[in-house]
Nanobody, 121 residues
């Protein structure tokens, strides 16, 4: 059993930055890949980024490449999503999730409750 809790969301102006955190508890998640997803009102959930268990490999959706960076600190059982050059279309609830294989096509079996990110123009 793994619990994931996101934090760091909020309101930011276009062009600004936010760093989201996802803290894991329960059974260790250090051997698992982690990912970030987002869901805007009226839209389906979409993949944002993923990272391999040791952080050596990362994956990004085309829309966030060059702006977002996923990282992890396994000593703290925490994964991060650094978001720069934010755009209004980035507004969504952001979720972290855990899987055995990193990437958009992986099966994510644990999910956090989400944190709201709102980007104003």
């Amino acid at each position: 059993q793994v619990q994931l809790v996101e934090s760091g969301g909020g309101l930011v102006q276009a062009g600004g930055s936010l760093r989201l955190s996802c803290a894991a508890s329960g059974r260790t998640t250090r051997s698992r890949a982690m990912g970030w997803f987002r869901q805007a009102p009226g839209k389906e959930r979409e993949f944002v980024a993923a990272i391999t268990p040791r952080g050596a490999g990362t994956y990004y959706a085309d829309l966030v490449k060059g702006r977002f960076t996923i990282s992890r600190d396994n000593a703290k059982n925490t994964v991060y999503l650094q978001m720069n050059s934010l755009k209004p279309e980035d507004t969504a609830v952001y979720y972290c999730a855990s899987s055995w294989v990193a990437g958009p096509g992986a099966t994510y079996d644990y999910w956090g409750q989400g944190t709201q990110v709102t980007v104003s123009s």
